[in-house]
């Protein structure tokens, strides 16, 4: 049975007419990542995904191949290719880039228009509201809009892209722990105070709170990891 996640993709066709298609396919899956569709572990079908595409297998291998290179997925002999299952080293080291990148991108807050505030804002209002709901994969995601928000704030296309990298192997590690509310619960209120400072024009304070939480999440991250044997 074509998986749910394998059948959508077909919506996207259209988008493969410009550009390096293999590069479409591949940012097409990295979005299903930083959605929380795909999860660790997770076996790549060449036959399923080239036909919701309709691209050649050459052109999927490289999409695949430019994946493999971002670390979001890996090629095992003989098995296949597989959704990539990040290790307590890759968090320390995507924490340590989140703190240079996000932290210097929060400074431009006082220079920018409402359009790129309100990205910052929106998705903490969206985590409330699953987070009332219990939906903690949800609150993941809405994390992730989040800090890509934040990214934004920079008004740098290649480093939102470059940024896009890092949070996708975020959100498989996100997927790998056993407890999501553990993970999300504590946070929320950290993001919407953080929020609140922005709102409040306290840009450094933000940034200090933003420094604090990732500290905070960062250990939290790599023991839960390790629970999970990763």
């Known amino acids: 049975m074509t998986e749910t996640w394998v059948s959508t993709l077909a919506q996207g066709k259209s988008g493969l007419e410009r550009a390096s298609t293999a590069q479409k396919v591949a940012d097409m899956l990295r979005e299903r990542v930083l959605d929380g569709e795909l999860a660790p572990g997770l076996r790549l079908s060449e036959e399923a995904i080239g036909g919701a595409l309709g691209v050649s297998r050459n052109t999927l291998r490289e999409a695949f191949r430019l994946l493999t290179r971002d670390r979001i997925l890996v090629h095992e002999h003989s098995r296949g290719v597989f959704v990539r299952t990040p290790t ?17 991108a929060l400074q431009r807050w006082p220079d920018v228009d409402e359009v ?14 699953f987070g009332a709901r219990k939906d903690w994969t949800r609150v993941g995601t809405a994390n ?11 008004g740098s296309h290649r480093l939102s892209e470059e940024s896009d990298r890092l949070f996708a192997e975020l959100m498989l590690a ?6 999501p509310k553990r993970l999300h619960m504590a946070y929320l209120p950290l993001n919407r105070e953080i929020v609140g400072l922005l709102n409040a024009d306290d840009v450094d304070r933000a940034i200090g ?5 990732f500290d905070l999440a960062e250990a939290d991250l790599v023991e839960q990891l390790g629970e999970a044997g990763r």
């Open 88 to 104: 307590g080293d890759d968090v320390r080291d995507l924490y340590a880039a989140r703190r240079v990148i996000e932290c210097g």
């Open 116 to 129: 790129r505030r309100d990205a910052v804002r929106t998705p903490i209002e969206e985590a409330v509201a």
């Open 144 to 154: 992730v809009r989040f800090h890509r928000g934040i990214v934004g704030l920079a």
């Open 174 to 179: 996100f997927r790998v722990v056993s407890d």
């Open 209 to 213: 709170r933003l420094r604090e939480y």
